[in-house]
């Protein structure tokens, strides 16, 4: 079936740094979707992607769909503590998410 | 606020028993997903209804059913009760089924004991 791969599982970085998560997808996906998770509360979408190629930006938040369709990105530039948090990536059929990006900062 | 209200917040049961979460989505909203995620997992996607009827399902166990009722609000039940179903227990809504922004409710944490 369907399945979506996301890396790292863990990410630690100093205050100040990047940050970057990679979404990848077994088969094509329609779209994708992005959504942030904070310690203790529940999921927020941040983004839909839909074109090939297509970047999206946020503030700091760089979202990006791969031309193939099967893969994706989010990129944080220069990292805030309010950045603490999962982040997933979802994109198949039956809103599958992949297991999440955990991004942990140290002040 | 997301709109979508999940109760009860808190639920702690023996092994053994049955459980009712119950997920009102947000107004408008037609498709509803269940999803639990144990501690430091991700999201696993259950079961989604669509307008009452069952719409797609995923990693639910035969020990777990849920419905949509026709306001829409729907119920997941939790049966014979193990362990290792110790989870926040997610409802979420979208106007429309398929791949599009769902918003999620703050969870029922389940607990067995």
């Known amino acids: 079936g369907q399945q979506v791969m996301q890396i790292p599982q863990y990410q630690h970085v100093q205050e100040g740094e990047d940050f970057t998560t990679y979404c990848n997808s077994s088969?094509?996906?329609?779209?994708i979707q992005w959504y942030k998770q904070r310690p203790g509360g529940h999921p927020v979408f941040l983004i839909q992607?839909?074109?090939?190629?297509e970047v999206k930006k946020q503030k700091r938040l760089t979202f990006q769909f791969g031309e193939a369709k099967k893969n994706s990105s989010l990129h944080i530039t220069a990292t805030q503590t309010t950045d603490v948090g999962t982040y997933f990536c979802q994109g198949a059929q039956k809103l599958v998410f992949g297991q999440g990006t955990r991004l942990t900062i140290n002040p | 606020d997301s709109g979508v209200t999940q109760t009860p917040k808190h639920l702690i049961t023996a092994t053994g028993q049955r459980v009712t979460l119950r997920c009102s989505p947000r107004s408008g909203d037609l498709s509803v997903y269940w999803y639990q995620q144990s501690l430091d997992q991700g999201l696993q996607f259950l079961i989604q209804y669509y307008n009452g009827e069952e719409r797609a399902k995923g990693n639910i166990l035969e020990r777990f059913s849920a419905q949509q009722f026709p306001d829409l609000h729907s119920e997941l039940n939790l049966s014979s009760l193990e362990l290792g179903d110790s989870a926040l227990y997610f409802c979420?809504?979208?106007?429309?089924?398929?791949?599009?922004?769902?918003?999620f409710g703050q969870g029922t944490r389940l607990t067995v004991v």
């Open positions: 992607l839909v074109k090939s190629g």
């Open positions: 979420a809504s979208s106007v429309r089924p398929g791949n599009t922004e769902a918003f």
């Open positions: 088969t094509t996906l329609s779209n």
